[in-house]
């Protein structure tokens, strides 16, 4: 239920601003390399690499590795889609927050004059990120590993501890589509700008199906093993 979708090749004549553009996660790449994608960014993929003395094939495979399945996966078992959460969701928004929290410092500062400027964005996008990593961190500590061992009658309450933080989580993206157009970039906004409101455009995807697996389908198995006094999706050893 892990398998990838095919990816698109990525194209080493396009300019490395469109790239940063529509591959959210780019832009910590090309940071890392320090690649100029904003400024500089009409540059091709290849041009830049060739200008930094960087092999290009290791970069366009770093690159590559950011593309992400684009449908949910078909059911399997619980654990099977534990795994599945764990790798799609909990990693990547690991790995997402923290480098659109820092275009977000850099457009609010850069930007500060514009009326479009998505003031306070930085700070409710680190405060998204301190409250996510909590809330992921209770469900890889406390209840996947429950979920794991088949349930009980206790399971129904840190569910409902986490159906409760996902409510909060959808309020934290309604807040950011609020500040920030629906995440549409106004015109004339940088190469930065664009990649930070993609960067959040994938987040907001990312979110609601991960938030979708867990509350439609992951946690019912367990709540009406519960309510009936069993247990879900697995063998508990209880008998």
């Known amino acids: 239920m892990n398998a990838r979708l095919p990816q698109t090749p990525i194209d080493v004549e396009q300019a490395i601003g469109q790239i940063a553009v529509e591959l959210p996660g780019a832009t910590a790449v090309f940071r890392r ?6 400024c500089g960014g009409q540059v091709s993929l ?3 690499c060739a200008g ?3 092999e290009l094939q290791a970069v366009v495979d770093e690159l590559a590795s950011l593309q992400r399945p684009t449908e949910l996966p078909d059911t399997g078992t619980p654990n099977e889609l534990i795994d ?5 969701y ?15 410092r850099r457009v609010e500062a850069v ?5 479009h400027t998505p003031h306070g964005l930085a700070d409710t996008l680190e405060a998204m990120e301190r409250e996510l990593t909590t809330h992921m961190h209770k469900e890889e500590a406390v209840l996947f590993p429950m979920l794991r061992a088949g349930g009980n009658s206790f399971v129904p ?7 409760h933080e996902h409510n909060d989580h959808g309020e934290a993206l309604e807040h950011i589509a609020r500040l920030t157009n629906d995440i549409t970039p106004p015109p004339g906004a940088c190469n930065t700008w664009r990649a930070l409101y993609s960067g959040m455009a994938q987040l907001r995807d990312d979110l609601i199906n991960h938030i979708h697996l867990e509350n439609n389908v992951l946690f019912p198995q367990f709540e009406k093993a519960a309510a009936q006094g ?3 999706g697995g063998t508990c050893g209880c008998s």
Not at 90 to 104: F, G, I, N, S
């Open 52 to 54: 930094r003395g960087l």
């Open 33 to 38: 390399l320090k690649l100029d994608f904003c």
């Open 111 to 115: 930007h500060r004059d514009n009326p």
């Open 84 to 88: 599945h959460i764990l790798a799609r």
């Open 90 to 104: 909990h990693e990547v928004h690991r790995a997402q927050l923290p480098e659109l929290v820092r275009m977000a």
């Open 157 to 163: 309450q840190p569910i409902a501890m986490m159906r």
């Open 230 to 232: 069993g247990c879900g």
């Open 46 to 48: 290849r041009q830049s």
